[in-house]
T-cell receptor, first 113, second 114 residues
Framework: QKEVEQNSGPLSVPEGAIASLNCTYS??????FFWYRQYSGKSPELIMF????GDKEDGRFTAQLNKASQYVSLLIRDSQPSDSATYLC?????????????FGQGTELSVKP | DGGITQSPKYLFRKEGQNVTLSCEQN?????MYWYRQDPGQGLRLIYY???????QKGDIAEGYSVSREKKESFPLTVTSAQKNPTAFYLC?????????????FGDGTRLSIL
């Protein structure tokens, strides 16, 4: 069974701090990795994706991928109360698997003013 | 505006009743997906379709059925065989099904038992 694991949290950080969200995956053949943000009662919203080892930055968000360790993380700099949400890590299984995403259970982030 | 439209937003099912959830996209995406989300859980794949007139079962297909007669539409029927249908149902689409294409989601349908 291919799995994606996240700490469920809640992760609480003060406003302005760096929030670090982590995700591990079991399938070494996984090729692409996505971070979605989901506000309570809403649908997931894509915020970052990464395909290659290393870091990818987009504004206050940085995704980090280490395929050897099967580990992907999301850093949120200068955290704001509006960042309070559940963050879902998703791993793509590739074309032969219909492009299916395997989701982690999500990490709840709370940013305190 | 381009996007994915799910309807209705809320749906109630009586015992023994089949209900159909609508999903329409005008993004010209090839692939479409249905997920189920239970409280405090991640998303689980029900069915997916890579092209018109073709679809495959996901991890939890029992008690559900789909059709893909048009590229834009991928309706999901929750049958009476699904004994625990209360959940948040999410439809997604992507341009292709290779690994580089992210999936984008509609606003979801909340299904409850009467």
């Amino acid at each position: 069974q291919k799995e994606v694991e996240q700490n469920s949290g809640p992760l609480s950080v003060p406003e302005g701090a760096i929030a670090s969200l982590n995700c591990t995956y079991s399938d070494r053949g996984s090729q692409s990795f996505f971070w979605y943000r989901q506000y309570s009662g809403k649908s997931p919203e894509l915020i970052m994706f990464i395909y290659s080892n290393g870091d990818k930055e987009d504004g206050r968000f940085t995704a980090q991928l280490n395929k050897a360790s099967q580990y992907v993380s999301l850093l949120i700099r200068d955290s704001q109360p509006s960042d309070s949400a559940t963050y879902l890590c998703a791993v793509n299984q590739g074309y032969n698997q219909g492009g299916k995403l395997i989701f982690g259970q999500g990490t709840e982030l709370s940013v305190k003013p | 505006d381009g996007g994915i439209t799910q309807s209705p937003k809320y749906l109630f099912r009586k015992e023994g009743q089949n209900v159909t959830l609508s999903c329409e996209q005008n993004l010209n995406h090839d692939a479409m997906y249905w997920y189920r989300q239970d409280p405090g859980q991640g998303l689980r794949l029900i069915y997916y379709s890579q092209i018109v007139n073709d679809f495959q079962k996901g991890d939890i297909a029992e008690g559900y059925s789909v059709s893909r007669e048009k590229k834009e539409s991928f309706p999901l029927t929750v049958t009476s065989a699904q004994k625990n249908p209360t959940a948040f149902y999410l439809c997604a689409s992507s341009m292709r099904t290779d690994h580089n294409q992210p999936q984008h989601f509609g606003d979801g349908t909340r299904l409850s038992i009467l």
